[in-house]
């Protein structure tokens, strides 16, 4: 049966870019693009969003149905349906959304750049949309958020602000912006961007905006308060502290949940199927999946599935939520087999990814810049980044140059008892080990072939490491990286990044102890000369794993080199080399996995079960995402900025740029001096609260000052521009053009 092609639809989604259609007498109406960011809470709209790969040219969608919150079940019906329509003109190919008001995702938000305006009215709700022009009408708007901002009218008096926000009284021929003395540069702009809009859209460009803030005077203060009706400036209350809708902080998160999806006998069946741990072979191309998560259900469909099931999942995705009496507003996404977004796949423990972001991954782990004519892709893409992700080192992608150059300084951290550290100095001879007990400072200039250069100061951090070794190390490492303009790289024993074990030319060991007790067993990885390492794990058999080869030392200086059936050729002799005269006058015995002598076993404590698998998938390669995190009281609040650009960073706040096993940590040169001193905190609450198997000790913290950004962070973003910020746009600036449009009226 052919689709239904609805003719609004036609030519819809050939180019990059934002369509609305408002559901009129049940069908959809283009919507005026001067309107868009402006939704009538009566109504139900469809949004589609158009994006182009900038090197392929290839075309990816997301269809977003809006339901306002008087909008009429029948309407909303009518929604879903033409959503199913415009999905099947686009071959099923778009990820659908079900948006509702108030709650939206933050890819919807992101998508209305002076934010999303709710207005009383609708075509279906039985009333008429309200004459914004009427004489004497005054309504007064809370502006909130300061990257994805929603407008919301709230009741015409003082009690409806706080110091913190923004506010517009729109008053007809005028329109006043109120500016709370605690709101910073971005919601300040934000809130002038919004009054535009409102002028703009409901007085056709025709009243004046004008705007009160600390440097107004008395004068212009008593005008706002004397046009809302009541109070002062002095009564205004202190700001809230309320959460804010897209922001987060550690919580319970409830376990996440995937279900199967079944109409075979007649009527829909959820069967669940497990919690986490999820692994993608799970999932059937021939079925239905729901996720359910903290943020919201996800609705997989495999390429297999029925027509029916296709095209039925959001009803199915209602149905679930109301028979897990979940709240109406739950957002809820429908994504199809191999067109997974990152937010999806972040709840996987393993999966298979292939693509453009592999290719980009692969280019830098492997030392070449994006216009290095004399790389040469390898034919197995994806067995290369499999490779690399096992035993190349984490955070593969963070390669500020190739190792070449020396090792300058370390220094170690080590303690007698909780509250006395003692730092000193290391001479490094080339095969120093860095021990499990101590924290380092090393320090390290970078030199990249497209002349890029700078400091790094990395702070390891060893397994057995106290807490207060961790916390001196740390600090003394933000320090010298804010007096040196420094990049500050905070990571973990046996989780370090690539361009960590290249500056130690292949020879990094990481005991744990400096003096042994009892026997030790080294996990051996590299793929090539100058990244391989060798890591002390648990003296267990199950720290023994079929992919890799391992060194166990015992105290009589013996040597048993076990080898995985999955190891490679380079790391079997790469550990030879490493232990196999490791003792002066000891033994070495090599050994298959599967051939085992009874004493090795017993140097583990016994035989038993460890990882025998020898192609494990890992976990997904996540395509980048932005958050803008805050401190407000106490807590750390974190809001993501979907399609992110450079423009998006906050020059008054702390950025963090999720790489997967790089936590960016961005500083603006406004940021104040405790967000600067509490980057690792943030980053440790944002782990925390998301969804994925990393913790803070896992992924590497990497803090970067405005104006000092390295290639290996500026090329995770569509473009940049090292002189951006000498142009930025001022308050003041805006300010200007606020007076000078006045002028023209």
């Known amino acids: ?315 199915a995705a209602e149905h679930f939520l109301e028979t897990k009496s979940y709240p109406t507003w739950t957002q809820v996404h429908r994504v199809v087999e191999d067109g997974e977004p990152a937010p999806f796949k972040q709840y996987f423990s393993t999966w298979h990814d292939q693509g453009v972001y592999h290719k980009r991954l692969v280019r830098t782990a492997l030392g070449y810049s994006t216009d290095d004519s004399d790389y040469e892709e390898p034919e197995d893409v994806d067995s290369v980044v499999q490779n690399l992700k096992k035993s190349g080192g984490r955070a593969i992608a963070f390669m500020p140059d190739f190792g070449e150059r020396d090792i300058e300084h370390i220094i170690k951290f080590s303690s007698e008892s909780d509250d006395d550290v003692v730092r000193s100095i290391v001479y490094y001879e080339g095969t120093t080990p860095l021990i499990g007990q101590y924290a380092y400072i090393i320090t390290y200039k970078y030199s990249a072939k497209s002349g890029e250069s700078g400091k790094l100061i990395y702070v390891w951090e060893g397994a057995k490491a106290s807490d207060a070794v961790k916390e001196r190390s740390f600090n003394d490492g933000l320090a010298m990286a804010q007096e040196e303009n420094a990049i500050l790289v905070r990571t973990g024993q046996s989780h370090e990044p690539r361009h960590f074990l290249k500056i130690f030319k292949g020879k990094l060991i990481t005991p744990f102890t400096e003096e042994p007790k009892s026997a030790q067993l080294f996990r051996v990885r590299g793929t090539d000369a100058t990244d391989v390492h060798a890591t002390e794990v648990n003296c267990d058999a199950s720290s023994l794993a079929s992919g890799d080869v391992f060194a166990l030392i015992t105290l009589d200086h013996k040597v048993y080199i076990w080898i995985g059936q999955g190891a490679s050729d380079f790391e079997k002799s790469s550990a030879n080399e490493r232990f196999a005269h490791y003792w002066p006058h000891g033994k070495t015995e090599v050994i298959e996995e599967g051939s085992e002598p009874s004493e090795f076993w017993e140097e583990l404590h016994g035989e038993g079960e460890y990882d025998r698998s020898v192609n494990d998938l890992g976990a997904p390669l996540l395509e980048p995402r932005l958050f803008h995190c805050q401190l407000v009281a106490w807590r750390t609040k974190v809001e993501e900025v979907r399609e992110f650009e450079q423009s998006d960073l906050d020059v008054d706040d702390v950025m963090l740029l999720d790489a997967g096993d790089e936590i960016y940590m961005w500083v603006g040169s406004g940021a104040s001096v405790e967000e600067n001193a509490k980057i690792l905190q943030m980053a440790r609450k944002y782990i925390k609260q998301e969804p994925t198997d990393r913790t803070v000790d896992t992924v590497s913290v990497i803090r970067i000052v405005q104006g000092n950004e390295p290639r290996v962070f500026t090329r995770m973003f569509p473009s940049w521009d090292n002189d951006y910020w000498k142009s930025i746009i001022s308050y003041d600036d805006v300010k200007a053009q606020v007076k000078k449009h006045n002028a023209t009226l």
């Open 1 to 315: 049966m052919e689709p239904v092609i609805n003719k609004a639809f036609v030519n819809a989604g050939q180019k990059p870019g934002v369509e609305i259609w408002r559901i009129e007498d049940f069908e959809p109406v283009p919507y005026p693009a001067k309107y868009y960011g402006k939704f009538y809470e009566g109504d139900s709209y469809i949004i589609l969003k158009t994006t182009e790969d900038p090197k392929s040219q290839k075309l990816s969608w997301d269809i977003h149905f809006w339901l306002g919150a008087e909008t009429t079940t029948d309407e909303a019906g009518a929604a879903a349906i033409c959503t199913v329509q415009l999905d099947d003109q686009l071959d099923g190919a778009p990820v659908q959304h079900r948006e509702v008001q108030d709650h939206e995702s933050q890819l919807f938000l992101s998508y209305f750049k002076n934010g999303v305006r709710y207005e009383k009215g609708g075509v279906a709700t039985g009333f008429e949309h309200v004459d914004v022009n009427a004489a004497g009408e005054k309504r007064l708007f809370q502006v909130k958020g300061k990257r994805n901002v929603r407008v919301r009218q709230v009741a015409l008096s003082i009690t409806s602000m706080n110091r913190g926000d923004c506010f517009i009284l729109d008053a007809g021929e005028e329109i006043l912006v109120y500016v709370g003395e605690q709101a910073k540069r971005l919601e300040r702009l934000k809130a002038i961007y919004a009054a535009n809009e409102i002028r703009d859209q409901d007085h056709h460009g025709r009243s004046k905006v004008n705007i009160i803030d600390n440097f107004s005077s008395d004068f212009a203060k008593e005008h706002f308060f004397t046009a809302l009706g009541s109070g002062s400036a002095d009564e205004v209350p202190d700001e809230s502290t309320d959460e804010e809708d897209g922001a987060f902080e550690t919580a319970d998160i409830k376990a996440v949940t995937l279900y199967k999806v079944s109409d075979a006998s007649g009527s829909l069946e959820i069967e669940k199927i497990s919690e986490k741990p999820l692994r993608q072979e799970m999932l059937s191309t021939d079925d239905s999946f729901i996720l359910d998560t903290d943020s919201g259900i996800y609705v997989w469909v495999g390429r297999n599935s029925t027509q029916k099931e296709k095209t039925s999942a959001m009803k």
